[in-house]
């Protein structure tokens, strides 16, 4: 590596590198985020059918209507 005016070669091409590690590295937080906020919202799904499963089974005489059976 031989310097131009103080200044190393490759320093151009190192800069574009590290741009581009940035961008990465800030899609894959946006991604996280985003899966993170999914979880939650899946979690929230299964609470919600859990505790109405849970009326079902308490509640059901009717003959179709089979709650599922405890885990």
Do not use: C, W, Y
Request: aromatic share 2%; proline share 4%.
């Amino acid at each position: 590596m031989h310097a131009q005016h103080g200044r190393p070669q490759n320093l151009d091409a190192l800069h574009a590198r590290h741009e581009e590690l940035k961008a990465g590295a800030q899609a894959l937080r946006e991604e996280r985020d985003r899966l993170a906020l999914q979880v939650q919202q899946f979690a929230r799904v299964v609470q919600i059918l859990e505790l109405e499963n849970e009326q079902l089974r308490q509640s059901s005489t009717h003959p179709v209507i089979r709650p599922l059976s405890r885990r």
